[in-house]
């Protein structure tokens, strides 16, 4: 190697250097602005995703946008309930790889959408009601995480679950039927599947202080009280014309209990405002520490399920619109905002019984009934088939389980796993649940193996 190729070698490897700095902490001196928006919300410690569709992949305008500017990528309807088990028990992942593939391959986060959502769910699961819903519920959450285990950046794990107007409260469904605790049921399930994935609970008109956001604020902060596994929250943010004021200070509230904040489904309607709202959100965002990133629903306008409003940030020829750069430049305009605190969920390492494994239980009870979240945890040479006992006081019967098969409904109960959550490495967890009437289990459950 002549002198000459090994200082030129010394010298790109420092601008490789320079590269890894300026990407993970901050833009130091004069360097020239980002040109995509990946790029620039990676200098401030974040993403820029697009939702994309498999459909269309094969258009090379559009993954020619979609590889440029964006490093996060969301299927729009891939990984949903109808799509991934559209028979009970059968699933399809075939386009929800698509879309992680393509996202991996181009060194992409992936966001998961949606486990548990009212919309869009299978007919057979449409027809279901009480435990028998419930159950497979948790078996969908379970094997669509299962299946995409550390690929996924975060799940929304339920989707839309809170009611529009001023009651603040829970949005009627047939999931909402099986008990109010279906949520942190699905979040549990999401966490034992994939310890590694943040798990958010997704919602709309939830853009600013209001009853119904103020609503899931309330939820959050119960779980986070209680130590239910919920890391994120995401809003989605499809605009009009206008923007709450206080758009912020709501993501703000949200990150102050101790959750990341996303927004998750941007698309504003094109009007006067379109590129000063986006670029509201965008630096509304930047502000917000905890703000991990932002996604758009969709590349072209002609790509928005929103036909007509033209809501994206690329016309239909792939041309970029005003609106795209006003987000640019508030993005490269964001300064040096210190990058969020990686936050990654670290669940606690369970305990590792001498035995062949344990049980914990973790009750919500009300006057006349409970739901019973039972977690199992793997000893340390690992399991393969488990079996929990649990003793229920006199007058309580079980009416439901899922995620395990019992066997007898009053005093000593025994519930086995079911065909895919029998196997667990040492020290692995996983969790069922139950719900009856009368007052909940107190006693330790036992475990053993088979
Ligand atoms: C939409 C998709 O964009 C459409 O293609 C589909 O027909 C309906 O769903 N909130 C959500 C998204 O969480 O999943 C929805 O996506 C838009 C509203």
Not at 70 to 88: L, Y
Not at 185 to 191: I, L, P, V
Not at 414 to 424: A, M
């Amino acid at each position: 190697m002549s002198l000459f190729q090994r200082s030129r070698s010394v010298l790109l490897a420092v601008a490789a250097a320079g590269v890894v700095v300026a990407s993970g902490v901050a833009v130091i001196g004069t360097a020239e602005a980002a040109t995509t928006l990946g790029a620039s919300a990676a200098e401030k410690g974040r993403y820029f995703g697009a939702a994309i569709a498999a459909g269309r992949l094969g258009d090379s305008t559009y993954t020619g946008i979609l590889t440029r500017e964006f490093n996060s990528v969301t299927p729009e309807n891939e990984m949903k309930w109808d799509a991934t088990e559209p028979s009970q028990g059968r699933f399809t992942f075939t386009n929800g790889d698509r879309i992680l593939n393509q996202g991996l391959s181009n060194g992409s986060k992936v966001r998961g959408h949606a486990l548990l959502w009212h919309a869009q769910q299978p007919g057979w699961a449409q027809s279901l009601s009480g435990s028998a819903l419930r159950s497979a519920a948790i078996n969908h959450v379970t094997q669509v995480a299962t299946h995409y285990k550390g690929k996924i950046h975060s799940w929304d794990v339920v989707n839309e679950a809170f009611a529009d107007g001023g009651s603040g409260g829970r949005r009627d469904s047939n999931l909402q039927r099986t008990g109010n605790d279906w949520i942190e049921a699905a979040f549990r399930a999401a966490r034992a599947a994939d310890p590694a994935a943040k798990l958010c609970y997704n919602d709309y008109n939830t853009d600013g202080v209001n009853a119904k956001s103020t609503g899931i604020y309330n939820m959050v902060r119960d779980f986070k009280s209680r130590g239910v596994p919920i890391d994120c929250v995401g809003f989605q943010s499809h605009l009009g014309t206008g923007i709450a004021g206080d758009y912020q200070a709501n993501l703000q509230r949200f990150a102050d209990l101790g959750v990341d904040v996303q927004i998750t489904e941007l698309d504003v309607a094109q009007g006067g405002n379109q590129a000063n709202i986006y670029a509201a959100v965008t630096r509304a965002c930047l502000a917000v520490s905890r703000c991990t990133g932002i996604t758009v629903w969709g590349i072209r306008d002609s790509d928005s399920w929103r036909t007509g409003e033209n809501p994206l940030l690329f016309d239909n020829s792939g041309n970029k619109k005003a609106a795209y750069t006003s987000v640019l430049n508030a993005l490269n305009a964001g300064g040096t905002t210190t990058p969020p605190s990686p936050s990654s969920p670290s669940p606690s390492t369970p305990p590792q019984p001498g035995g062949a494994c344990s049980a914990t239980i973790s009750l919500n009870s009300w006057n006349g009934g409970f739901v019973a979240t039972v977690r199992v945890t793997a000893g340390s040479a690992g399991l393969n088939g488990w079996t929990v006992g649990v003793t229920l006081p006199s007058g309580t019967a079980v009416t439901g389980t899922w995620s395990a098969s019992g066997s007898g409904t009053s005093g000593a109960v025994t519930f086995r796993n079911v065909s895919y959550n029998g196997q667990l490495s040492a020290g692995g967890a996983t969790e069922f649940g139950f719900q009856g009437t009368g007052a909940g289990p107190t006693a330790t459950p036992t475990c053993s193996a088979g």
